[in-house]
């Protein structure tokens, strides 16, 4: 099992820009594909990004352009580079593991199996 611990949320203007940090401790970090998922009041959970274990990566429609998810293997630490933030971003922000290593890019919240508790981003108008 890999603990996970999120950090960077915070309060911003619409426009502006925040970086989430991940930190990863307790197993390899580097065959793990890693994902940034958002939960906003009301709704269910979303995907927003993953990387894989070699760095390729994926997004959904609401963040492309804007949001880039990057890993730094050497210090387990995955981040998440939010530009030109809206309203709408406003969620807790989730980072989580892969449950096993597949090698692949994953998009699903059930291929993963480790989750931290949670950074909160409110962006105002």
């Known amino acids: 099992q890999v603990q996970l611990v999120e950090s960077g949320g915070g309060l911003v203007q619409a426009g502006g820009s925040l970086r989430l940090p991940c930190a990863a401790s307790g197993r390899i970090f580097s065959i793990y594909a890693m994902g940034w998922f958002r939960q906003a009041p009301g709704k269910e959970r979303e995907f927003v990004a993953s990387?894989?274990?070699?760095?390729?990566?994926t997004y959904s429609d609401s963040v492309k352009g804007r949001f880039t998810i990057s890993r730094d293997n050497g210090k387990k630490t995955l981040y998440l580079q939010m530009n030109s933030l809206k309203p709408e971003d406003t969620a807790l922000y989730y980072c989580?593991?892969?449950?096993?290593?597949?090698?692949?890019?994953?998009?699903?919240?059930?291929?993963?199996?480790?989750w931290g508790q949670g950074t909160q981003v409110t962006v105002s108008s």
């Open positions: 990387i894989s274990w070699s760095g390729a990566s």
């Open positions: 989580a593991a892969e449950v096993v290593p597949t090698y692949r890019i994953v998009t699903g919240q059930g291929d993963f199996g480790s």
